[in-house]
């Protein structure tokens, strides 16, 4: 009896939301367990439970308990022995254009306006279909799962391919409905834009493991009516607005020689400078504009590495969390980046933001991975469903392997995560309960076909280029 109660006292810390059955009931049956070496739930931050287990059944986390009293306590149909891992939450991709991934390395070393301008969007004329977006959407949700990452959110062209790919893939996705005022191969003007995009959310919005963002581009490329449009929808929807903004100096500049004003301020007249903001890059911010997003309760989409591969600077993330800012973490698309990789993302955030306050305090490692996740979860409005190991939720989980010279010896399994680990080490991969990728293998999408598609597709795009 002894040792029952002392079970069900674990049980009772770490399971709030949980109800067990004994007597008769004593031992519940569940789905799967999984036993760790370290168990990192995020919530609460920084807290590493050692030889934990994670119990999961339909797809739900129903408990996190000692490993040594799994056993007495459920009766699993599958268990999974990682016994030198750290068990993670699924990272969460806040901002990326996912088929864009067909486009790695076409235009590298380039400033923004001029990859833009002279290299991105002409590609995107002559090629974008929803073919296209299908299959590089594909290629991206295989390259996130197998670092670790189970839930991103997309903003591109084509939304209902994206979600059909994501879908396919077996991944958790924020659905852009994006617009712009100027025509593209998806649609003529700003009505086509939302009219196409709101049908695919009717088409798909049912579909459990998908939600959707307005996304509207950018301030630079989207007029005041569309704004006001997409903001009036979002309300009525429950939406969150996922935009660009204040990615470079240039943009601040041109902002006020067309509008007068800075792009941030423009958005807080047409009201949308709130708790639904996803505000991407965000890179050159007043401290007045910090205190806005910090008062409103907005978030920001921090892109590290794509901010310093275009040159476009570097996000003040220590002065934003500081200010209360929800702050997650995104890749932005590969042709910019060229990775889609949070593990790196999760890395350069945290030594971006020592070096640019000079406090080796700012950003730890606990911090890092909270944006990484719980931040990105709760920024789409997803956190009471993903982001964190907690019974109830979801199990979107991510098995990192720490042992080997390049991790050894391990006195902190969190600071490994951040500062010696990366998506290489990833093994397992659960969403919603489902494993996408075992022992460093996917399961659900073929690797074969993929790789077809991509040589089709960079044959096309370099003989077209090269004419």
């Not at 979600?163 to 893939?169: F, L």
């Not at 047409?270 to 991407?280: E, H, W, Y």
Request: proline residues 5%; negative net charge; glycine residues 6%.
């Amino acid at each position: 009896m002894q040792d029952r109660a002392s079970s069900l006292k674990h049980l009772t810390v770490y399971h709030r939301r949980s109800v067990y059955y004994w007597g008769a009931q004593e031992v519940q049956p569940v789905d799967c367990l999984i036993d760790a070496r370290w168990v990192i739930p995020v919530e609460p931050e920084g807290k590493v439970l050692d030889h934990h287990s994670v119990a999961v059944n339909e797809g739900r986390i129903v408990a996190v308990l000692p490993t040594a009293d799994a056993s007495a306590l459920f009766e699993p149909r599958e268990r999974v022995d990682l016994s030198a891992h750290a068990l993670i939450p699924g990272l969460v991709n806040l901002h990326t254009h996912a088929a864009m991934t067909l486009m790695r390395g076409l235009a590298d070393d380039l400033p923004l306006k001029d990859w833009l301008n002279d290299h991105i969007w002409p590609a995107e004329a002559r090629h974008v279909s929803a073919q296209f977006v299908y299959d590089g959407t594909m290629l991206a949700c295989a390259e996130m799962l197998l670092g670790g990452v189970t839930t991103f959110n997309d903003m591109y062209f084509f939304p209902e391919a994206a979600a059909r790919a994501a879908v396919d893939a077996g991944m958790r996705a924020a659905i852009g409905i994006i617009a712009i005022d100027f025509p593209t191969t998806y649609a003529s003007d700003a009505d086509d834009y939302l009219q196409k995009g709101l049908a695919a959310r009717d088409a798909w919005k049912n579909e459990p493991r998908l939600s959707f963002c307005m996304a509207p581009h950018a301030p630079h490329t989207v007029s005041d009516r569309t704004l006001e449009r997409m903001l009036v929808m979002a309300d009525e929807l429950d939406l969150p607005v996922h935009i660009h903004v204040h990615e470079t100096a240039g943009e601040i500049k041109d902002s006020l020689s067309l509008h007068g004003v800075r792009p941030l301020e423009r958005l807080r007249t047409l009201g949308l400078v709130g708790p639904r903001l996803i505000a991407v890059h965000s890179v050159h911010l007043s401290t007045v504009e910090l205190e806005l997003l910090g008062q409103c309760g907005a978030s920001v989409a921090h892109c590290p590495t794509s901010n310093m591969k275009l040159a476009s600077g570097f996000a003040p993330m220590a002065a934003m969390l500081e200010h209360g800012i929800t702050v997650g973490l995104g890749s932005d698309g590969a042709a910019s980046n060229n990775r889609l990789d949070i593990f790196q993302e999760m890395r350069m955030a945290a030594l971006l933001a020592k070096a640019t306050t000079g406090n080796a305090k700012a950003v730890p490692a606990a911090r890092a991975l909270t944006a990484a996740t719980l931040a990105g979860a709760r920024s789409l409005g997803l956190d009471k469903e993903i982001g964190s190991i907690i019974p109830g939720k979801a199990a979107d989980l991510c098995a990192v392997r720490i042992d080997g010279p390049s991790l050894s010896p391990c006195y902190d399994p969190l600071s490994h995560l951040i500062y010696a680990a990366g998506r290489e080490n990833v093994t397992h991969v659960w969403i919603a309960g489902a494993l996408q990728v075992r022992d460093k293998q996917l399961t659900q999408i073929k690797l074969s076909e993929l790789g077809k598609n991509s040589h089709l597709w960079e044959n096309k795009i370099a003989l077209e280029t090269e004419a």
